[in-house]
């Protein structure tokens, strides 16, 4: 990882104003395509149910923006990102929309905790795309 980068990740998360999230909900935490699945519209959770507890939605959906669907939020061009996400969201719900503001950096704190990932190969581009919406703002 190019340290510009890093000291750019550094900056844009220690400038952040308080967090108050609109609202909590159970958290998986882990959540990504291999702990769950999609079937009539419904989630089923797997892999850890013990260790569900209460946080802001934007901690599952920041996994799931940042590993499992990063082309349809980060450009990391996976074909049929877009059509996957929208189907977990009709399952899963929207952010709320104070909380939608904080994806990206929730995305960004939890890709650099990754990286590099052998799973998601794109990790880098989903860091400098974060990075560049946070800059723009």
């Not at 349809?72 to 939608?100: H, I, M, Q, T, V």
Request: hydrophobic content about 40%; aromatic content about 10%.
């Amino acid at each position: 990882m190019p340290s510009r980068l890093l000291d750019e990740a550094e900056e844009q998360l220690t400038a952040l104003p308080s967090f108050r999230p609109e609202r909590f909900s159970l958290t998986h935490g882990d959540l990504h395509l291999n702990n769950a699945l999609l079937r009539d519209g419904e989630i089923i959770l797997f892999d850890k149910p013990a260790a569900v507890w209460v946080a802001p939605p934007v901690l599952d959906l920041c996994l799931v923006y940042s590993e499992a669907f990063p082309g349809a939020r980060y450009g990391a061009a996976r074909d049929g990102d877009d059509e996957r996400l929208g189907a977990f969201l009709a399952g899963y719900g929207s952010l709320p929309p104070g909380d939608e503001s904080w994806l990206d950096h929730f995305v960004l704190v939890r890709s650099l905790r990754r990286y590099p990932s052998p799973f998601v190969p794109e990790m880098r581009k989903v860091i400098e795309v974060a990075l560049e919406r946070l800059s723009a703002r």
